[in-house]
C-alpha cells in the first residue's frame, strides 16, 4: 500500500479541516485510507525546526508522497530531490525558491500558490480605505518564515506612501513585546498570517490588538473568527491543472485540502502508469 506523509506546521487539531478534506478528496478518487492509501501524520506544534526531522524520517520510510505547506516544503525539498512534494499552500513559491515557475515548475514539486506578491497591495488598499487617516503601518511576521512577505509589503506599502513599523517574532514570547513597539507609532496592523507561529497565536495576537485598538487585516479568514478585523483573498480558487502544473490563487484549508488531495491522486496515478509500462519518472 502507498504511503503518504503529511507533516503539519500546528498541533493536530489547527489541521482537523485541512485533513479532513484531504481525506475526503481521495476517497472521492478512489483512496481510501486504511485499504488502499495509509498516511503518515506529523505534528511540529509550530516549531520549524521540527520539519527537517520529520522530512528526514518520511525520506527514510521511503513514503510515496509528502503532502504539506508553508516553512515544510523546503525543509522537504531539502531531503529529496525524486519523492512528490505537494504543497497545500505557498505565499510565493518563486521567490522561496521552491518551483521554477507557476506554468512549469520544474524538478519533483507542486501545489497551490497564495500569489502573496499580487494581492499584498490590494489588502493595504482595504485597509486605507477602513482606515482613512492611516499613515504608519504596523506589520507583525515571523522573521524564520516571512522574509519575501515582508519585501512584498514594504514595497506594498512605499507605492502607497505608509510608513512601515516592523516587528519581527520568533517564538510566542515575542508577541507580546512586538505590541510594545507598536504602541502610540501604529494606525493599524497588517499580520503575515501564512505561518504557524501566527497561527497557533492567533487568538494572543487578536486579543493584544483590541487592546491596542489596532485594526487588522489578515489572509485568511480562520483569523477572523477569533476576533480579526478583516481579511482579503480570492474564495474560490482554481482546480489544481494536469501533471505538475500549479493552481494559482488563493484558497480556504478545506478548498487546499482538496486540491492536494486532487494533485496527489494524479501524481500516484502518473507513478502508476510509469511502473505498468517498467519504467519511473
Known sequence: ??????????????????????????GELGWVEGRTV???????????????????????????TIVTSGTAVAAAKQETSTIPIVFALAVDPIGMGLVSSLARPGGNITG?????????????????EIVPNLRHLAVLA??????VLLEVRQAAADTLGLTVVLSEIRRADDIAPAFKTFERRAD?????????????NQVRINTLAL?????TIYANREHIETAGLMSYGPKRPRPVPTRWRLCRQNSTRDQAGRHAGRAANQIRSRHQFDDRQGTRP
Not at 211 to 215: I, M, Q, W
Request: charged share 25%; proline share 6%; aromatic share 8%.
Open 1 to 26: 500500500m502507498p504511503t503518504i506523509g503529511l507533516p503539519g506546521a500546528a498541533k493536530a487539531t489547527a489541521w482537523r479541516p485541512f485533513v479532513a478534506s484531504f481525506v475526503r478528496r481521495l
Open 38 to 64: 495509509a498516511i503518515e501524520y506529523r505534528w511540529a506544534d509550530a516549531r520549524n525546526e521540527r520539519f527537517a526531522e520529520i522530512a528526514a524520517e518520511f525520506v527514510r520510510r521511503k513514503v510515496a
Open 112 to 128: 497551490l500558490s497564495l500569489q502573496a506578491p499580487d494581492i499584498a497591495g490590494k489588502r493595504l488598499e482595504l485597509l486605507r
Open 142 to 147: 515571523n522573521v524564520a518564515n516571512s522574509q
Open 188 to 200: 493599524a496592523l497588517y499580520i503575515c498570517s501564512s505561518d504557524p507561529l501566527v497561527h497557533a
Open 211 to 215: 487592546a491596542a485598538r489596532l485594526p
